[in-house]
């Protein structure tokens, strides 16, 4: 017992962190930077966690307000809605002051939603320079106007995850500062016009760029008019019939895979890339002045040989590019001329200016030595003494031969074993597995061997395109190769019939690892033949909806199964008071159970598994009763789950508990346990600890008598609070102080706007009440000698407007009372908050609120003052009509009578009260 040494010393500093200082114990250097280095750094990462950095310390508080970037995802969200709250609530906090240099934007969902036009009008109303935006829609949506429209905007880059996203411009769109714009993944369509100008007003554009875009079917002509366009890239379009370019300053042209029937070439470009599969017959008489160029061309027939068709239209290309200086030519036009020397012994060199002849072989058809013909150097060498080619006359090419591999180079991968290359491809995607018989035929079966599936939906742009692939992968995999691990991510629903034919073959093919991920969009019930294998050793389910909700109608029937992993998960049963799943386990060892719950009906909750030998629960809810009968159990974790009842195994050895108080069912449990480790945080963190934790800790340290390794957390051993520890919680509790008197004093503003609205209303319905007296007043003198006239009187029409105005008034000087009261009782809290607060902090506070607060009693007075002239007008009426009726009888009978009575002595003493209410004010409360 002597021998035994602590790992810490006596005396243990704690090196935390602090909410108000940042880390305690440790030197923060990059809070010490400058502001603007700080908001350079907060620019490289996304808002959402820029946002988060005002965690750290005061010093990082307000940092992020000020940030010129805004990056902001969607997909970092859980749901669309959460993210459009939490864009409202950082561009309402952000500091106005300060300028948006950029934005980023990445969002799923409509585009007419509200956040898309929040952030276009923000970033636009603050001079924002680049904007980026990525749409991800389900189906096609029309943008908001406003995001194409402003004055400040440099550069525009717009994409879409739908190919089929349209963009349909109802004018031009209007950004006389943009310099650069790149567009993709579009269609640029409008129904009721046959061409589309959409850059006119772009007057400042210098760099444009289309990529994987088309024109709508009725388009016929596309207008790009940009005065002072230097750059253009035209990348993958379709549906291009005729492009009117005005942009008499461009200087690079760049097209790719765009078929166009017409372009007129603009007289100054000077650089020209053009990659397709045939030559284009807008070359005609255009590329006078075109010094650098670079042409690619694949032709449409790979297989084919080349025809005369072919080669007299790469000729009179060739003979269109005569004035160039630097040429490059893909290495299929040097074939395709190579195939006819006689017809091109015939055509003398076009080429009297070049300079530098460059032969690119990364596009290409075919992969053989080829030799360039002596009509081919000729015809583009002769006239050009000069010239320097930079591939010599035999040229080798090194690129990919769909039969046989890769040529001119070693390939060594493709000498492996089958049985290596069935492990490397079992590291790898069963997407990426199957591309690979596309390398060569050593490659063209060696997928359908790998023992490992890995089957992930969301590399998928649409789910029946992954479950036709599924259904291909299953269909064409070596039946007689059994399946030894399976990985199943999908979306949607758990019924859908792939779920069912992957578990069907993996269980079919002696699978003895599956790991399921489930991203459904609401709760699916999966089906039984997911749980039910005779040959599965290892099981991992996980959902991204934590309400996904597993029903179990008996038992999971896994009778190898040895390790089991479930998270995000609960177990339900309406039927059944408690869940058995595990009983038919007979060979489970290893159990985890991690971010479940149980559910509500659900009062006990069987764990019976006669080999486990290793069980951890960790962030459990709704956990009432947990029957563990496992008579070999060993180590057992227990992390943030609430459990009434548990009964633990007499053979259990090592036990970990991670919670917020001790537990309860410690007692009589623990007495074989040898090493412990222990984890209490107590519920409330600021409160100092009182007898009742000390009697608590002290039991559950007691029951773990015999413990022989013991591993605590500091808030079991902790000593008294430190000078620090004491000023933190001061400074913590000043300012929850400072925060209640912010929000009553927002409350105090919300009473005292309502009271002068009660002011007004009550001096013109004051004015019509006298008015409607006087009135009636002249009425009753007329008919004073006619008593049954004067009881009449009140149904006449100044009685019936009377009988209304009084009812008003009553309702605005009970108002006007409810105010007043309320207003003082606010003061009041307000007063006894500041007397808490230090006398520095006091007389900040008092400073800061002292005219509102005079406000509010200014308003008490108005309030009080004006239920006293209504009051008096009333009381005088009341006179009146007692001393000139004889019988005392009110000739007000009725409604009419009542409303009287109670508008002038209740509001008189209604007066009284608010009266009394002021004198009281400084204590308003029973």
Not at 66 to 95: E, M, Q
Not at 467 to 474: I, M, P, W
Not at 763 to 775: F, H, P, S, W, Y
Not at 885 to 899: N, R, V, Y
Request: glycine share 2%; with cysteine; hydrophobic share 35%.
């Amino acid at each position: 017992m002597f021998c035994i040494r602590p790992k810490l010393n006596i005396v243990v500093q704690k090196t935390e962190f602090d909410p108000g200082n940042g880390l305690v114990g440790s030197e923060d250097r990059i809070s010490s930077l400058p502001d603007e280095l700080l908001h350079q750094i907060l620019s490289f990462i996304d808002t959402k966690y820029a946002v988060q950095t005002s965690m750290l310390s005061s010093r990082w508080k307000l940092l992020w307000t000020s940030v010129p970037c805004l990056d902001l995802a969607s997909y970092k969200f859980r749901h669309l809605p959460k993210f459009s709250k939490f864009v409202t609530n950082v561009l309402s906090h952000r500091n106005h002051q300060i300028d948006v240099s950029s934005v980023k934007l990445d969002f799923s969902g409509a585009a007419s939603q509200a956040f898309v036009r929040k952030i276009a009008n923000y970033a636009f109303s603050h001079n924002v320079q680049e904007l980026t935006v990525t749409s991800w829609p389900k189906k096609d949506h029309e943008f908001p106007p406003c995001l194409f429209s402003s004055q400040s905007l440099k550069h525009f880059t717009f994409s879409s995850s739908l190919h089929d996203q349209c963009l349909t411009p109802k004018t031009p769109w209007d950004f006389p500062a943009l310099t650069t714009l790149h567009l993709s993944e579009i269609i640029l369509c409008d129904d009721n016009r046959e061409s589309i100008d959409l850059f006119s007003k772009c007057v400042n554009l210098r760099n444009l760029t289309l990529e994987n875009f088309r024109l709508g079917a009725h388009v016929e002509e596309f207008n790009i008019i940009t005065p002072r366009l230097s750059n253009l890239k035209l990348i993958k379009g379709r549906l291009l019939k005729a492009i009117n370019l005005v942009a008499p300053q461009l200087e690079s042209l760049t097209i790719i895979d765009c078929p166009i029937s017409y372009l007129n070439l603009p007289p100054r470009i000077s650089s020209l890339c053009y990659k397709s599969h045939n030559p284009p017959k807008w070359f005609k008489d255009s590329c006078h002045s075109v010094n650098k160029v670079t042409v690619s061309l694949s032709y449409h027939s790979a297989l084919r040989p080349y025809n005369e068709e072919d080669f007299r239209e790469t000729v009179n290309m060739l003979q269109e590019l005569r004035s160039a200086k630097f040429l490059t030519l893909s290495f299929d036009i040097i074939e395709c001329i190579s195939a006819f020397p006689d017809l091109l012994a015939q055509h003398p060199s076009p080429f009297s200016n070049l300079i530098s002849l460059y032969i690119d072989s990364s596009w290409g058809k075919n992969s053989y030595k080829v030799k360039m013909s002596t009509e081919a150097t000729n015809f583009l060498l002769e006239n050009s003494p000069n010239a320097t080619p930079k591939l010599n006359i035999v040229v080798q090419k090194t690129e990919f031969d769909p039969g046989n591999g890769l040529v001119g180079s070693e390939d060594r991968i493709s000498s492996l074993p089958d049985e290596l290359l069935h492990q490397i491809l079992s590291f790898i995607d069963t997407k990426y597995a199957v591309q690979t018989s596309m390398l060569s035929s050593r490659w063209k079966l060696l997928w359908t061997s790998v023992p490992c599936l890995d089957l992930a939906s969301y590399k998928f742009r649409h789910l029946p395109k992954f479950s036709k692939f599924v259904t291909n992968v299953l269909s064409h995999r070596n039946h007689q190769i059994d399946v030894s691990s399976v990985k199943l991510d999908f979306s949607g629903a758990a019924s859908q019939a792939f779920v069912r034919k992957i578990a069907n073959y993996a269980f079919s093919h002696n699978v003895q690892e599956l790991t399921v991920t489930s991203w459904p969009k609401k709760d699916h019930e999966f089906p039984p033949c997911l749980f039910s294998s005779q040959s599965l050793k290892h099981f991992t389910f996980s959902s991204s909806l934590h309400d996904q909700c597993l029903t179990p109608k008996t038992p999971w029937d896994f009778p190898a199964l040895t390790t089991l992993h479930l998270s995000e998960i609960i177990l339900c049963d309406d039927n059944h008071e408690s869940i058995d799943l595990f009983s038919k386990c007979v060979n489970l060892r290893n159990l985890t159970l991690e971010n479940f719950r149980l559910g509500a009906h659900v009062e006990e909750f069987n764990i019976i598994t006669p080999r486990l030998s290793n069980l951890k629960l960790i962030k459990g809810r709704l956990l009432k009763a947990i029957n563990l009968v496992a008579p070999q159990l060993e180590s057992l974790t227990i992390i943030d789950c609430p459990i009434s009842y548990l009964n633990l195994p007499p053979r259990i050895s090592s036990l970990c508990y991670k919670s917020h108080n001790p537990p309860k069912w410690f007692k009589d449990s623990c007495h074989s346990v040898n090493k412990v480790t222990v984890s209490l945080s107590y519920h409330s963190a600021l409160r100092p600890y009182n007898e009742e934790d000390f009697r608590e800790t002290v039991n559950m340290l007691q029951e773990l008598r015999s413990a022989k390794f013991l591993t605590l957390s500091f808030d079991i051993i902790e000593p008294p609070p430190t000078k620090a520890m004491k000023a933190k919680a001061v400074r913590e509790k000043n300012a929850k102080l400072i925060a209640d008197i912010e929000l009553h004093m927002k409350e105090l503003q919300a009473l005292v706007k309502h009271g002068n609205e009660i002011i007004v209303q009550t001096e013109k319905t004051k004015v019509n009440l006298e008015n409607i007296i006087a009135e009636l007043l002249v009425w009753i003198n007329n008919k004073m000698t006619q008593s049954e006239e004067v009881k009449q009187s009140v149904e006449s029409r100044p009685g019936v407007q009377l009988a209304t105005c009084l009812g008003e008034v009553q309702v605005m000087i009970d108002q006007g009372f409810d105010d007043s009261k309320a207003i003082d009782l606010k003061k009041w809290h307000v007063r006894s908050l500041i007397e808490c607060l230090p006398k520095r902090q006091m007389a900040v506070i008092e400073s800061r609120y002292s005219s509102q607060l005079e406000e509010t009693e200014t308003l008490c007075v108005g309030l009080r003052s004006t239920s006293k002239d209504v009051c008096k007008i009333l009381k005088k009426m009341n006179d009146y009509l007692a001393k000139n009726t004889p019988d005392k009888t009110l000739t007000f009978q009725d409604a009419s009578s009542s409303k009287l009575l109670q508008a002038s002595e209740p509001s008189s003493s209604s007066s009284a009260t608010i009266n009394r209410s002021s004198s009281s004010s400084t204590n308003p409360m029973p």
